[in-house]
Protein backbone atom coordinates (compact mmCIF):
# COMPACT_ATOMS: atom_id res chain seq x y z
CA UNK A 1 0.00 0.00 0.00
CA UNK A 2 1.54 3.30 -0.64
CA UNK A 3 1.99 5.55 1.61
CA UNK A 4 0.13 8.79 2.06
CA UNK A 5 1.16 11.97 3.85
CA UNK A 6 -0.83 12.98 7.05
CA UNK A 7 -1.19 17.04 6.46
CA UNK A 8 -2.51 17.82 10.14
CA UNK A 9 1.03 16.13 11.59
CA UNK A 10 3.48 18.65 12.95
CA UNK A 11 6.35 16.01 12.63
CA UNK A 12 7.33 16.51 9.13
CA UNK A 13 9.03 13.52 7.61
CA UNK A 14 6.75 11.16 9.28
CA UNK A 15 4.32 9.06 6.80
CA UNK A 16 1.82 6.34 7.74
CA UNK A 17 2.01 3.04 5.30
CA UNK A 18 -0.82 -0.23 6.66
CA UNK A 19 -0.84 1.07 9.97
CA UNK A 20 3.18 1.43 10.34
CA UNK A 21 4.75 4.83 11.48
CA UNK A 22 8.02 5.40 9.38
CA UNK A 23 10.22 8.42 10.30
CA UNK A 24 12.75 9.78 8.01
CA UNK A 25 16.32 9.74 8.64
CA UNK A 26 15.93 7.50 11.71
CA UNK A 27 15.62 3.95 10.94
CA UNK A 28 13.03 3.56 13.07
CA UNK A 29 9.39 2.99 12.73
CA UNK A 30 6.57 2.01 15.37
CA UNK A 31 3.71 -0.19 14.70
CA UNK A 32 -0.01 0.74 15.98
CA UNK A 33 -2.03 -2.23 14.56
CA UNK A 34 -6.25 -1.55 14.07
CA UNK A 35 -7.86 -2.87 17.73
CA UNK A 36 -11.14 -2.22 16.10
CA UNK A 37 -11.84 1.36 18.32
CA UNK A 38 -11.80 3.90 15.64
CA UNK A 39 -10.94 6.99 18.13
CA UNK A 40 -7.42 7.11 16.62
CA UNK A 41 -8.72 7.25 12.71
CA UNK A 42 -6.67 9.35 10.67
CA UNK A 43 -8.79 11.65 10.30
CA UNK A 44 -10.38 11.81 13.65
CA UNK A 45 -13.70 11.08 13.55
CA UNK A 46 -15.86 8.48 11.40
CA UNK A 47 -17.78 7.32 7.81
CA UNK A 48 -20.75 9.73 9.61
CA UNK A 49 -18.76 12.90 9.85
CA UNK A 50 -16.32 12.49 6.70
CA UNK A 51 -16.55 14.75 3.43
CA UNK A 52 -17.95 12.73 0.89
CA UNK A 53 -15.34 11.45 -1.56
CA UNK A 54 -13.09 11.03 1.83
CA UNK A 55 -11.22 8.00 3.26
CA UNK A 56 -8.80 7.34 5.73
CA UNK A 57 -6.34 6.30 3.06
CA UNK A 58 -7.67 8.70 0.17
CA UNK A 59 -4.10 10.04 -1.43
CA UNK A 60 -5.23 13.57 -2.41
CA UNK A 61 -4.18 16.69 -1.95
CA UNK A 62 -4.16 18.64 1.96
CA UNK A 63 -6.69 20.65 0.51
CA UNK A 64 -9.55 17.77 0.52
CA UNK A 65 -8.12 16.31 3.59
CA UNK A 66 -8.58 19.57 5.37
CA UNK A 67 -10.36 18.72 8.61
CA UNK A 68 -11.95 22.06 8.99
CA UNK A 69 -13.72 22.45 6.12
CA UNK A 70 -17.32 23.98 5.18
CA UNK A 71 -18.46 20.50 3.66
CA UNK A 72 -16.79 18.28 6.69
CA UNK A 73 -18.92 21.19 9.11
CA UNK A 74 -22.27 20.87 7.43
CA UNK A 75 -22.07 17.09 7.41
CA UNK A 76 -21.04 17.44 11.39
CA UNK A 77 -24.28 19.72 11.99
CA UNK A 78 -26.39 17.68 9.94
CA UNK A 79 -25.02 13.89 11.86
CA UNK A 80 -25.49 16.30 15.07
CA UNK A 81 -29.01 17.26 14.03
CA UNK A 82 -29.92 13.80 13.41
CA UNK A 83 -29.27 12.50 16.55
CA UNK A 84 -30.75 15.29 18.48
CA UNK A 85 -34.18 14.44 16.34
CA UNK A 86 -33.76 11.45 17.26
CA UNK A 87 -33.56 11.14 20.43
CA UNK A 88 -36.83 13.86 20.86
CA UNK A 89 -38.06 11.13 18.44
CA UNK A 90 -37.69 8.39 21.48
CA UNK A 91 -38.61 10.45 24.36
CA UNK A 92 -42.50 11.15 22.69
CA UNK A 93 -42.51 7.55 22.70
CA UNK A 94 -41.50 6.69 26.40
CA UNK A 95 -44.41 6.04 27.96
CA UNK A 96 -43.62 8.11 31.28
CA UNK A 97 -41.00 10.53 31.91
CA UNK A 98 -38.02 8.42 33.21
CA UNK A 99 -34.99 9.46 30.63
CA UNK A 100 -33.47 6.34 31.69
CA UNK A 101 -33.97 4.23 28.57
CA UNK A 102 -32.32 7.43 26.28
CA UNK A 103 -28.95 6.26 26.50
CA UNK A 104 -26.20 6.63 23.61
CA UNK A 105 -26.95 3.10 22.35
CA UNK A 106 -30.70 3.70 21.43
CA UNK A 107 -30.28 7.03 19.97
CA UNK A 108 -27.59 5.78 17.73
CA UNK A 109 -30.00 3.15 16.50
CA UNK A 110 -32.78 5.28 16.50
CA UNK A 111 -30.53 8.03 13.89
CA UNK A 112 -28.66 4.90 12.32
CA UNK A 113 -25.15 6.42 13.50
CA UNK A 114 -22.69 4.19 15.18
CA UNK A 115 -22.39 4.83 19.09
CA UNK A 116 -19.02 6.10 18.47
CA UNK A 117 -20.58 8.75 16.77
CA UNK A 118 -23.14 9.88 19.44
CA UNK A 119 -20.16 9.96 21.73
CA UNK A 120 -18.58 12.71 19.28
CA UNK A 121 -21.14 14.86 19.60
CA UNK A 122 -22.04 14.30 22.85
CA UNK A 123 -19.03 13.70 25.83
CA UNK A 124 -21.71 12.27 28.25
CA UNK A 125 -25.42 11.09 28.59
CA UNK A 126 -26.35 14.65 30.52
CA UNK A 127 -25.17 16.68 27.59
CA UNK A 128 -27.12 14.12 25.24
CA UNK A 129 -30.34 14.46 27.58
CA UNK A 130 -29.64 18.77 27.81
CA UNK A 131 -29.52 18.83 24.02
CA UNK A 132 -33.23 16.84 23.84
CA UNK A 133 -34.65 18.91 26.38
CA UNK A 134 -33.48 21.88 24.33
CA UNK A 135 -35.36 20.79 21.03
CA UNK A 136 -38.58 19.63 23.09
CA UNK A 137 -38.52 22.91 24.79
CA UNK A 138 -37.66 24.80 20.85
CA UNK A 139 -41.18 22.96 19.34
CA UNK A 140 -43.18 24.68 21.54
CA UNK A 141 -41.27 28.41 21.84
CA UNK A 142 -39.99 27.96 25.51
CA UNK A 143 -37.20 30.39 26.37
CA UNK A 144 -36.40 30.88 30.00
CA UNK A 145 -33.99 33.89 28.72
CA UNK A 146 -36.61 37.02 28.67
CA UNK A 147 -39.29 34.96 30.45
CA UNK A 148 -42.10 37.40 31.65
CA UNK A 149 -44.96 37.17 34.33
CA UNK A 150 -47.06 38.37 31.33
CA UNK A 151 -46.28 35.55 29.41
CA UNK A 152 -46.97 32.88 31.51
CA UNK A 153 -50.88 32.11 30.67
CA UNK A 154 -50.00 31.83 26.55
CA UNK A 155 -46.63 29.78 27.45
CA UNK A 156 -48.09 27.71 29.88
CA UNK A 157 -50.66 27.11 27.16
CA UNK A 158 -48.36 26.20 24.99
CA UNK A 159 -46.60 23.74 26.93
CA UNK A 160 -49.50 21.70 28.34
CA UNK A 161 -51.19 21.43 25.03
CA UNK A 162 -47.80 20.28 23.49
CA UNK A 163 -48.61 17.15 25.98
CA UNK A 164 -50.72 15.17 23.14
CA UNK A 165 -47.87 14.70 21.25
CA UNK A 166 -46.48 12.52 24.17
CA UNK A 167 -46.89 8.55 24.97
CA UNK A 168 -46.57 9.45 28.14
CA UNK A 169 -50.25 11.67 28.09
CA UNK A 170 -52.20 8.31 28.05
CA UNK A 171 -50.49 7.25 31.22
CA UNK A 172 -51.30 10.41 32.95
CA UNK A 173 -54.73 10.35 31.41
CA UNK A 174 -55.51 6.61 33.02
CA UNK A 175 -53.43 7.88 36.34
CA UNK A 176 -54.46 5.16 39.35
CA UNK A 177 -56.94 6.10 41.78
CA UNK A 178 -55.41 8.01 45.01
CA UNK A 179 -54.69 5.34 48.15
CA UNK A 180 -58.08 7.57 50.06
CA UNK A 181 -60.48 7.34 47.15
CA UNK A 182 -63.41 8.34 49.16
CA UNK A 183 -61.81 11.20 51.19
CA UNK A 184 -60.60 12.32 47.79
CA UNK A 185 -64.12 12.14 46.35
CA UNK A 186 -65.14 14.24 49.61
CA UNK A 187 -62.62 16.79 49.61
CA UNK A 188 -63.20 17.35 45.26
CA UNK A 189 -66.88 17.66 46.09
CA UNK A 190 -66.96 19.96 49.06
CA UNK A 191 -64.39 22.61 46.59
CA UNK A 192 -66.84 22.43 43.81
CA UNK A 193 -69.89 23.16 46.37
CA UNK A 194 -67.61 25.89 47.68
CA UNK A 195 -66.49 27.43 44.45
CA UNK A 196 -70.29 27.07 43.31
CA UNK A 197 -71.55 28.88 46.29
CA UNK A 198 -69.20 32.09 46.26
CA UNK A 199 -68.70 31.94 41.90
CA UNK A 200 -71.09 34.54 39.89
CA UNK A 201 -74.18 33.48 38.95
CA UNK A 202 -72.92 33.91 35.44
CA UNK A 203 -70.28 31.78 35.66
CA UNK A 204 -70.55 27.63 33.30
CA UNK A 205 -70.82 25.03 35.74
CA UNK A 206 -66.99 23.79 33.81
CA UNK A 207 -65.52 26.72 34.55
CA UNK A 208 -66.76 26.41 38.61
CA UNK A 209 -65.34 22.71 38.19
CA UNK A 210 -61.79 24.05 36.71
CA UNK A 211 -61.53 26.68 39.53
CA UNK A 212 -62.21 23.82 41.94
CA UNK A 213 -59.43 22.26 40.17
CA UNK A 214 -57.10 24.54 40.30
CA UNK A 215 -57.34 25.26 44.35
CA UNK A 216 -57.35 21.24 45.02
CA UNK A 217 -53.77 20.93 42.75
CA UNK A 218 -52.43 23.62 45.22
CA UNK A 219 -54.25 21.95 48.03
CA UNK A 220 -52.16 18.53 47.39
CA UNK A 221 -48.97 16.49 48.72
CA UNK A 222 -46.93 16.52 45.38
CA UNK A 223 -47.65 20.78 45.72
CA UNK A 224 -46.22 20.56 48.97
CA UNK A 225 -42.96 18.18 48.08
CA UNK A 226 -41.97 20.38 45.05
CA UNK A 227 -42.01 23.37 47.27
CA UNK A 228 -39.85 21.87 49.49
CA UNK A 229 -37.62 19.49 47.28
CA UNK A 230 -37.40 21.58 44.33
CA UNK A 231 -37.42 25.47 45.60
CA UNK A 232 -35.62 23.83 48.90
CA UNK A 233 -38.14 25.90 51.15
CA UNK A 234 -38.65 24.77 54.43
CA UNK A 235 -41.84 23.78 55.90
CA UNK A 236 -43.60 26.98 57.13
CA UNK A 237 -42.59 28.75 54.22
CA UNK A 238 -44.16 25.87 51.73
CA UNK A 239 -46.89 26.26 54.11
CA UNK A 240 -47.11 30.16 53.51
CA UNK A 241 -46.66 29.57 49.85
CA UNK A 242 -49.70 26.82 49.41
CA UNK A 243 -51.95 29.17 51.39
CA UNK A 244 -51.24 32.49 49.57
CA UNK A 245 -51.95 31.04 46.21
CA UNK A 246 -54.77 29.22 47.28
CA UNK A 247 -55.68 32.91 49.29
CA UNK A 248 -55.34 34.43 45.31
CA UNK A 249 -57.68 31.69 43.41
CA UNK A 250 -60.60 32.32 46.08
CA UNK A 251 -60.39 35.99 45.25
CA UNK A 252 -60.52 35.16 41.56
CA UNK A 253 -63.23 33.00 42.29
CA UNK A 254 -65.21 35.84 43.38
CA UNK A 255 -64.19 37.73 40.24
CA UNK A 256 -62.53 36.58 36.76
CA UNK A 257 -63.58 32.71 35.76
CA UNK A 258 -61.09 30.39 34.27
CA UNK A 259 -60.50 30.57 30.77
CA UNK A 260 -60.78 34.28 30.28
CA UNK A 261 -58.22 37.19 29.66
CA UNK A 262 -56.07 38.59 32.68
CA UNK A 263 -56.62 42.48 32.63
CA UNK A 264 -53.61 44.62 31.40
CA UNK A 265 -52.82 47.74 32.99
CA UNK A 266 -54.33 50.80 31.76
CA UNK A 267 -56.66 48.72 30.17
CA UNK A 268 -60.54 47.85 30.62
CA UNK A 269 -61.44 44.51 32.25
CA UNK A 270 -63.19 41.96 30.88
CA UNK A 271 -66.97 43.71 31.97
CA UNK A 272 -65.96 46.93 32.09
CA UNK A 273 -66.90 49.11 28.34
CA UNK A 274 -63.77 50.62 26.79
CA UNK A 275 -63.46 54.28 28.11
CA UNK A 276 -64.74 56.64 25.90
CA UNK A 277 -62.03 59.56 25.73
CA UNK A 278 -63.29 63.06 25.96
CA UNK A 279 -64.77 64.93 23.13
CA UNK A 280 -62.46 68.52 23.21
CA UNK A 281 -64.07 71.48 23.59
CA UNK A 282 -65.02 73.30 20.39
CA UNK A 283 -63.72 76.68 19.40
CA UNK A 284 -65.50 78.64 17.99
CA UNK A 285 -64.30 81.10 15.08
CA UNK A 286 -63.87 84.64 15.82
Do not use: C
Amino acid sequence: MAASAHPDDDTAGITHTAGITHTAGTGTSTSTHATGDDSAGALGGDDDDRAEGESEEDGASPDRRRYDSPLRRRRAAETRERIVAAGSALVHGFPTWDWSSLTFRAVADRAGVSERTVYRHFATERQLHDAVMGRLEEEVGLSYDQLRLDDLPALADRVLASLSTFEVWRGVAAYPQPPFVAEDERRRAALLRAVAEAAPSSWSQEQRLEAAAAIDVLWNLPTFERLITGWKLDAAQATSTVTWAIGLLVEAVRGRPPGTTPPVPGLPGPDQPPAVPPVPDQVSPD
